[in-house]
């Protein structure tokens, strides 16, 4: 059978990229080689019910072959898409053998390095095989890792029928990264009673904690004339735009808050005298000043209407994902079985909040209980994303042993 390796080096060399702001899925179809690709790969493995969906979901079932009396069904998954912060296009991926500690060179020509002295996390990896790209593109180790961490678990039960099991349902999802993942999910056909996502970061953590989230887009409406006769009569939209900006708290943002502080990120601005737009996502663990974020935007436009006239500032808001430590709160259970599961194979598990969010936020809403674990994938999002091999091959194990586990515990 392939190594992990061999099976996450063939997924990130397809393009997965999601595209924001489009209301169909897949938002794009290229979603689908890497779905195709897996439906293959999952029926060599003996899942023959693999398939992939009209919307680019990939479902496929290993049966038990332990008795089921007592044993839960359970759901793994992960996403396929990639996000749109960087190209994942040509992605040159290439492996780091026994990484020694010290600076990483990407891209030589471009002065491109992976450094300890900028992104700390590569001390807690010295000694790990890592696989690298070129600086020129994200790896997608988002959430290709997950994917091929959850393949490997499936090859090993491919090698050993006879380790014990219950049902395990697997799913590939698309469009997580643009908050789309759950919107066409079959929880009812999936069958599992409940689930896990593989989706982000070093070996050990599970995350049942993630910001409530919404997107707001801000519209301002100015009045363009020429600026030589512009008095009392422009309105520049830009700088009534920036003026909506500058009534934020100006610490409540990304680069300025850790842990489960919220923040008000400003992604996108653009226009001219007579029109500016603004794109921001709003964050926060804290449902109330997750609310209190969204009436603040809208006291700041009401005051900017008063000032400038009314209609000149219009704010939008959608609610994305809110924080599932609500919806799994009579389910703990199952974050407790994975704290073992990580103890078993001798990795201490941390239990973090995400500054983000899954698939299993929305899915645990929709009435599908779905802590995230980790995948192996460092630096998500960025040029210099990095996956260890390592943690990918121990989190393959820990997959084994959350299934098996619940098997043995529960056999009469």
């Known amino acids: 059978m392939k190594t992990i390796e061999e099976r996450f080096l063939r997924y990130v060399a397809i393009d997965t990229q999601s595209e924001n702001g489009l209301d169909v899925v897949p938002s794009t179809e290229k979603q689908r080689d890497l779905g195709k690709l897996l439906v293959e790969e999952l029926k060599e493995l003996g899942l023959t019910d693999a398939f992939l969906d009209e919307h680019c979901y990939v479902y496929a079932t290993l049966p038990a072959n332990g008795d089921e009396r007592k044993v839960p069904v359970i759901g793994l998954l992960a996403h396929m898409d990639t996000a749109d912060a960087c190209s994942g296009a040509n992605v040159k991926a290439r492996i780091v053998k026994d990484y020694d500690g010290g600076d990483i060179v990407l891209n030589e020509e471009l002065g491109i390095v992976l450094s300890p002295s900028e992104f700390s996390c590569l001390g807690g990896v010295k000694g790990h095989d890592l696989v690298v790209t070129d600086g020129t593109t994200l790896l997608g180790g988002d959430n290709k890792a997950g994917i091929a961490d959850i393949m490997a678990m499936l090859d090993y039960f ?68 020429h600026p030589g006769s512009a008095k009392g009569q422009m309105k520049n939209a830009l700088t009534i735009a920036m003026e909506f900006a500058s009534m ?56 900017l209407n008063a000032r400038h006239g009314e209609g ?95 098997y043995e515990e529960n056999r009469e």
């Open 158 to 225: 491919y090698e050993h029928p006879e380790v014990k099991h219950g049902t395990i349902k697997v799913a590939f999802t698309p469009d997580e990264e643009v908050g789309n993942g759950p919107k066409f999910f079959d929880v009812k056909g999936f069958g599992a009673d409940f689930a896990y996502t593989v989706d982000g970061g070093a070996l050990g953590s599970i995350c049942y904690e993630t910001f409530n989230a919404c997107g707001v887009r801000v519209a301002v409406k100015g009045r363009q004339t």
């Open 248 to 303: 934020l708290p100006s610490l409540e943002v990304p680069e300025c808050t850790e842990g489960r502080e919220g923040f008000n990120h400003l992604m996108a601005m653009s226009g001219d005298v007579g029109a500016a737009q603004m794109a921001y996502i709003l964050r926060d663990h804290d449902k109330e000043m997750f609310l209190h974020r969204k009436e603040q935007m809208k006291k700041i436009a009401e005051a």
């Open 312 to 406: 000149t500032v219009t704010v939008e808001m959608r609610d994305s994902y809110y924080n599932m430590k609500e919806a799994l709160t009579d389910h703990m259970h199952c974050v407790d079985h994975a704290l073992e599961a990580f103890r078993a194979i001798g990795v201490e598990p941390r239990v973090e909040p995400i500054r983000g969010g899954t698939d299993g936020a929305q899915l645990s809403y929709m009435g599908l209980p779905c802590p995230n674990l980790s995948d192996g994938d460092y630096n998500a999002h960025s040029l210099y994303e990095f996956v260890s091999l390592n943690d990918m091959k121990e989190m393959a194990k820990m997959l084994v042993q959350l299934v098996t586990g619940y």
